[in-house]
Nanobody, 117 residues
Framework: QVQVGESGGGLVQPGGSLRLSCSAS??????MGWYRQAPGKERELVAL???????NYAESVKGRFTISRDNARNTVYLQMNSLKPEDTAIYYC?????????????WGQGTQVTVSS
């Protein structure tokens, strides 16, 4: 069983920056990504990155957020710049891993990001 854990959330003013980190307890063969869920809304994709470094971003964060990955450390990062109040949400890390021909999705517990003055 792979464990996934996030860190780096907090309170920041509009226009500020935060960096989230997510580490997995084992090697992740598939994509790793960040999702978020605001109160009263469904969980949505923020950004994901394949093991080979191919990235995908939600339109709302393009140009402001950058996802990166360190395969040697089984870690994915999300650099968030120019934060807006609408970025306030719980941010979850997800890791997709293939074992014996089956794919498994592992989720972290989430980290709160609050953008407010």
């Amino acid at each position: 069983q792979v464990q996934v854990g996030e860190s780096g959330g907090g309170l920041v003013q509009p226009g500020g920056s935060l960096r989230l980190s997510c580490s997995a307890s084992g090697i992740i063969s598939g994509a790793m990504g960040w999702y978020r869920q605001a109160p009263g809304k469904e969980r949505e994709l923020v950004a994901l990155i394949t093991r080979g470094g191919v990235t995908n971003y939600a339109e709302s964060v393009k140009g402001r957020f950058t996802i990166s990955r360190d395969n040697a450390r089984n870690t994915v990062y999300l650099q968030m710049n120019s934060l807006k109040p609408e970025d306030t949400a719980i941010y979850y890390c997800k890791a997709d891993d293939e074992r014996s021909g089956l794919w498994y999705a592992y989720w972290g517990q989430g980290t709160q990001v609050t953008v407010s003055s």
